[in-house]
C-alpha cells in the first residue's frame, strides 16, 4: 500500500515562503511522476505542479515563477518551495503520485493534505 505524507504547511504572511514536502512509502517513486494539488472549500482540487519521472516540470499559470517543485528520488521524497506567497494560495495542499503500476493496472494515490495560509 502506498502512502504519501505531507509537511511543511502552515500559517504565513503575504509575500513569506513555506517548502512542502512529500514523503512517500510503499514504492519507489522514481519511475514515476509527482505532483501538488490544491483544495479550497467549495471549489475542485486544482493542478499546482507536476515532476515527471525524467524531471521535467509542469506548473499552474498562477505559480509560475513562484512555486518550484523538486524530487529527492534517493530521499522518496518530493518538494514543493513556494515564495511570495499570496493570500489566494490558501488551500489545502495535497501530494500526488500518478499510476502506480500494478498486475492488473495502475491507479493514483493521494496523500491526507496539508493546510497553507497566507495572511493578508
Known amino acids: 500500500q502506498v502512502q504519501l505524507a505531507e509537511s511543511g504547511g502552515g500559517m504565513v504572511e503575504a509575500g513569506g515562503s513555506l517548502r512542502l514536502s512529500c514523503a512517500a512509502s510503499?514504492?519507489?517513486?522514481?519511475?514515476?511522476?509527482m505532483g501538488w494539488y490544491r483544495q479550497t472549500p467549495g471549489k475542485q482540487r486544482e493542478l499546482v505542479a507536476t515532476?515527471?519521472?525524467?524531471?521535467?516540470?509542469n506548473y499552474a499559470d498562477s505559480v509560475k515563477g513562484r512555486f518550484t517543485i523538486s524530487r529527492d528520488n534517493a530521499k522518496n521524497t518530493v518538494y514543493l518551495q513556494m515564495n511570495s506567497l499570496k493570500p489566494e494560495d490558501t488551500a489545502v495542499y495535497y501530494c500526488?503520485?500518478?499510476?502506480?503500476?500494478?498486475?492488473?493496472?495502475?491507479?493514483?494515490?493521494w496523500g491526507q493534505g496539508t493546510q497553507v495560509t497566507v495572511a493578508s
Open positions: 510503499g514504492t519507489l517513486i522514481s519511475t514515476y511522476t
Open positions: 500526488n503520485v500518478e499510476r502506480v503500476r500494478y498486475w492488473w493496472g495502475s491507479r493514483d494515490y
Open positions: 515532476i515527471s519521472s525524467a524531471g521535467t516540470t
